[in-house]
Every structure is written in C-alpha cells, then in structure tokens.
C-alpha cells in the first residue's frame, strides 16, 4: 500500500530561525495536502498541491510538489512562537480509485523558543 | 470555515462494554466522513470511509464487526467500539469532506479500563 515518509520526526529552532520539514512518498500522489495539528489541537488544514513542481505561498510558509509528484516539502521562514505544533502531510493517492482517501506522513513536531 | 463536532469528547469504559461515538458535520453536509486513529505523538491512521447511506470501507487490518460504523445523514457518522479492551485506547478523530479538505473534529479520547 501508498506509504508516506516525513523527515525529520522533531525539529527545535530558535525563533526567527528558517524550518523545513520532507515528505516523500512510495507511489505517484494524486495531490498532496499539509496539515497542522496545534499541542492538544487536532489538525487544521493548511493547503492543498496538485501540479507537477507546483510551489504556493502562504505568507512566510512555502509549500512545493515534487516535479514527479512523490515528494513534498513545507518551507517557513523566521518562525515565531506561533509555528510551534505538527505538521502533517497527507498523500492523496490512486488506490482503490479514491483520490480523497489521504494517507498521514508520521509528521514533524516544531518547537520554538523565543 | 467548516465545523466538526466529537461527542464525547472523551470517555472512560470498561473492558467488554460498548462506546459510541458521534461526530457532526455542523454546517454543512458531509457526503464522506474519514475515522481515524492517532496514537500519543504519532500521526492519523486512517481505520474507514464512510459514505451517506451506504456500508463504510475499512482500511486493511480494521476490524469491521469491532468497529462499527454508521453514516444514515449527510451530518452524522457513528463510530461504536464493541467489546472494547485496553488495547483499543486511544485518540479517535473524525473528518468530514469538502471536495478535497477533510475539516477534523476535536477528537474523542477513549481509555478502557
């Protein structure tokens, strides 16, 4: 079945410091999605890519699809004590014919002192 | 945006009983609701689609006669853990569909005791 890999597990960075967290994915995704999920929150929906080598921006987040659709990366800049929480991508793929069933990547745990 | 309610929010029970769980699309219809599973810091297992009207689809190693779904309205899906046994303690979440967004509820934490 579609696995979904995240790298790293949990990533500490001073404020203003940059963050990056990976995704890669064993089979070709139909789109990819981020989310995150707040310490004794549950997940937020953050944005959705599709095209091949797509990048979107979201304010100081930057978020790219691989130009093969397997992998994904989720970019801040100068984080604030606000980032802190776990992000999660979520692969949408071909199984079954279902492109809206998502499989979770174990997600990155950001922490970040002031 | 969308809004996904759990009830309960969280429950204790005892080995071999019963425990449903709803979760509510609030203010909009949800053709589809995801159950999932999240284990402390770990991430979302999905365990069943379940479709309006229709028999859920459980992901490959979720027991269906152990956890029992049902979706009889576009805002309502039921999740009931049967016989439940401390191995099935945990952090249920549900999601409703909006074209490709899953909205979460706030969980259900299910210890069984």
């Known amino acids: 079945g579609q696995q979904v890999m995240q790298i790293p597990q949990y990533q500490h960075v001073q404020e203003g410091e940059d963050f990056t967290t990976y995704c890669n994915s064993s089979?070709?995704?139909?789109?990819i999605q981020w989310y995150k999920q707040r310490p004794g929150g549950h997940p937020v929906f953050l944005i959705q890519?599709?095209?091949?080598?797509e990048v979107k921006k979201q304010k100081r987040l930057t978020f790219q699809f691989g130009e093969a659709k397997k992998n994904s990366s989720l970019h801040i800049t100068a984080t604030q004590t606000t980032d802190v929480g776990t992000y999660f991508c979520a692969g949408g793929g071909l199984s079954g014919g279902s492109n809206y069933k998502l499989t979770f990547g174990k997600g990155t745990l950001l922490t970040v002192n002031p | 945006g969308a809004v996904v309610s759990q009830h309960p929010s969280w429950v204790i029970c005892k080995s071999g009983t019963s425990v449903k769980i709803e979760c509510r699309s609030l203010d909009f219809q949800a053709t589809t609701m995801f159950w999932y599973r999240q284990f402390p810091k770990q991430s979302l297992m999905l365990m069943a689609t379940s479709n309006e009207g229709s028999k859920a689809t459980y992901e490959q190693g979720v027991e269906k006669d152990k956890f029992l779904i049902n979706h009889a309205s576009l805002t309502l899906s039921t999740l009931t853990v049967t016989s439940a046994h401390p191995e099935d303690s945990s952090f249920y979440i549900c999601?409703?569909?909006?074209?490709?967004?899953?909205?979460f509820g706030p969980g259900t934490r299910l210890t069984v005791t």
């Open positions: 999601s409703g569909r909006i074209l490709y967004e899953q909205y």
């Open positions: 089979t070709t995704l139909s789109n």
């Open positions: 890519l599709v095209k091949s080598g």
